[in-house]
């Protein structure tokens, strides 16, 4: 869209000002970088050392927030100054001005985060993600898991089975015959009523069922009330095991994307999910999970 040239009718003020305003708001609430050597120096501390599979997943995804938090000051910072006529106006600034002005996200952004509406729910998803990493670093590993949040949650899954794997070197598992299992926890649990993480594998929080829905009480799919789309899912725990012990029957093997458009560059992985229907019932729906239905 096009920038308005003027504020309109009287004493209204400019997109410039108006944009200023949003930069100076989001500039009071956007996280500092993480210091990598003190976070270097944390992980060590973490249980297992720096190498363990799951706390070098933390260490990329640190890396890669970092790269965000610095754009996104730098670019809110950048606008200031042209808005006051220090620096010109110019280049990427234009469009990401235009883009604030419509509460919508600059693209030099988006070519490196997250997808998202609006300016507000893209903000929260970078203190979210913030927050997750910063607690995981300073206070040790979390009860569960907000895959949402993850630049790289296929990794994320891929260090998980690698601990797992370690954790039965004595049962002579080897890596390659480890696939990933789910279940719903039952009876279901929110993030907020984990007492503790499981002794293997992760619990994974904040999915959304599309097509379908949850019964707690009878801990399997059922379908979804008229006229609801999405669907919250309990925690999920998913771990990993030997592919001659996992359990096929009464599954139903829902592909999981990071947000609505389900394209093949969206899509995660597959988690298994309790059902009594015949598979194909939910396969004729579409039934998916989502990271995001923003």
Not at 4 to 31: H, Q, R, T, W, Y
Not at 63 to 84: C, H, S
Not at 244 to 260: C, F, G, V
Request: one cysteine or more.
């Amino acid at each position: 869209s096009t920038m308005p040239k003027s504020g309109g009718g009287g004493g209204g003020i400019s997109p410039e000002e108006a944009v200023d305003k949003i930069c100076e708001d989001l500039l009071s609430k956007v996280p500092q970088e993480f210091n990598i050597e003190v976070a270097k120096e944390q992980m060590k501390k973490l249980p297992g050392g720096s190498t363990q599979p799951l706390t070098v997943h933390l260490k990329q995804e640190i890396d890669r927030l970092n790269i965000i938090i610095a754009l996104t000051t730098k670019t809110l910072k950048n606008l200031r100054l042209a808005v006051a006529g220090t620096i010109a106006l110019a280049g990427e600034l234009v469009e990401a001005l235009s883009a604030l002005f419509d509460a919508g996200i600059p693209n030099a952004w988006l070519r490196w985060s997250w997808d998202s509406s609006t300016i507000g729910s893209w903000f929260q998803g970078l203190l979210h993600r913030f927050d997750q990493l910063n607690k995981w670093v300073t206070t040790g590993r979390p009860k569960a898991y907000w895959l949402t949040g993850f630049f790289n949650p296929q990794g994320f899954l891929t260090a998980m089975k690698q601990e797992v794997n370690r954790k039965h070197a004595a049962d002579k598992w080897a890596l390659d015959d480890v696939v990933m299992t789910s279940e719903v926890t039952h009876p279901p649990k929110d993030f907020e009523q984990l007492r503790e993480s499981p002794p293997e594998g992760v619990y994974v929080y904040g999915l959304y069922l599309e097509g379908c829905a949850w019964s707690g009480k009878e801990n399997k799919l059922i379908d979804s009330e008229p006229k609801k789309l999405f669907t919250p899912l309990p925690v999920l725990f998913v771990t990993g095991v030997q592919q001659k012990d996992k359990k096929m029957n009464n599954t139903y093997e829902a592909p999981t994307y990071r947000i609505k458009r389900r394209t093949g560059q969206h899509f995660i992985t597959t988690f298994g999910l309790r059902t009594e229907d015949i598979p194909s019932k939910w396969i004729m729906r579409g039934v998916a999970l989502l990271c995001s239905i923003d």
